[in-house]
T-cell receptor
Framework: ETGVTQTPRHLVMGMTNKKSLKCEQH?????MYWYKQSAKKPLELMFV???????ENNSVPSRFSPECPNSSHLFLHLHTLQPEDSALYLC????????????FGPGTRLTVL | RKEVEQDPGPFNVPEGATVAFNCTYS??????FFWYRQDCRKEPKLLMS???SGNEDGRFTAQLNRASQYISLLIRDSKLSDSATYLC??????????????FGIGTKLQVIP
């Protein structure tokens, strides 16, 4: 059983909707990540949080807004998305000093109509 | 040149065959290397680390060639359950004060009965 959970697992939304993705890790890690995975593309790192402080934002459009209230929870708030934002959104966590060994959640498959 | 390059495949091999994948990386200062496995519609999971001297885990052998900047994964006696996408992961350099981790696009393996 994964130590990283994500909800919802599937989400369909219109371009004018506002929704949030939730991630929770039970591994005691201090680093959490949001990735986007689209067909025929490598995993794209979106945001990184270390000790609930954002340390990386890889030129992600402002329609994606992350929030990390504590080291165990991570949210991705979505608003006015575009159809090309449809993808699998993966959350991951790792020890702060071992970022190579990331544990992923099952992902949220997002479809924007 | 991409930071991490992989042949996306698919590689279609019969059960029992031996198959090998390569992954090239562009940053000669890269320090750590890993293979992740991602099953269809599932999240990536760490398969094995890649050590300088090469390492083996059952039917899986990982090798590193620093001179030519590539890593490889060899699977012997392929099983149907080995069907998945294999992601190459390279760590090194700095991003936001922490080690940068880059995922390849993955190589899809389909083992055929």
């Amino acid at each position: 059983e994964t130590g990283v959970t994500q909800t919802p697992r599937h989400l369909v939304m219109g371009m004018t909707n506002k929704k949030s993705l939730k991630c929770e890790q039970h591994l005691g890690h201090n680093a959490m990540y949001w990735y986007k995975q689209s067909a025929k593309k490598p995993l794209e790192l979106m945001f990184v949080y270390n000790f609930k402080e954002q340390t990386e934002n890889n030129s992600v459009p402002s329609r994606f807004s992350p929030e990390c209230p504590n080291s165990s929870h991570l949210f991705l708030h979505l608003h006015t998305l575009q159809p090309e934002d449809s993808a699998l959104y993966l959350c991951a966590s790792s020890p702060l000093t071992n970022r190579q060994q990331q544990f992923f959640g099952p992902g949220t498959r997002l479809t924007v109509l | 040149r991409k930071e991490v390059e992989q042949d996306p495949g698919p590689f279609n091999v019969p059960e029992g065959a031996t198959v090998a994948f390569n992954c090239t990386y562009s940053n000669s200062a890269s320090q750590s290397f890993f293979w992740y496995r991602q099953d269809c519609r599932k999240e990536p999971k760490l398969l094995m680390s890649v050590y300088s001297s090469g390492n083996e885990d059952g039917r899986f052998t990982a090798q590193l060639n620093r001179a030519s900047q590539y890593i490889s994964l060899l699977i012997r006696d392929s099983k149907l359950s080995d069907s998945a996408t294999y992601l190459c992961v390279v760590s090194g350099g700095s991003s936001g004060g922490y080690q940068k981790v880059t995922f390849g696009i993955g190589t899809k393996l389909q083992v055929i009965p």
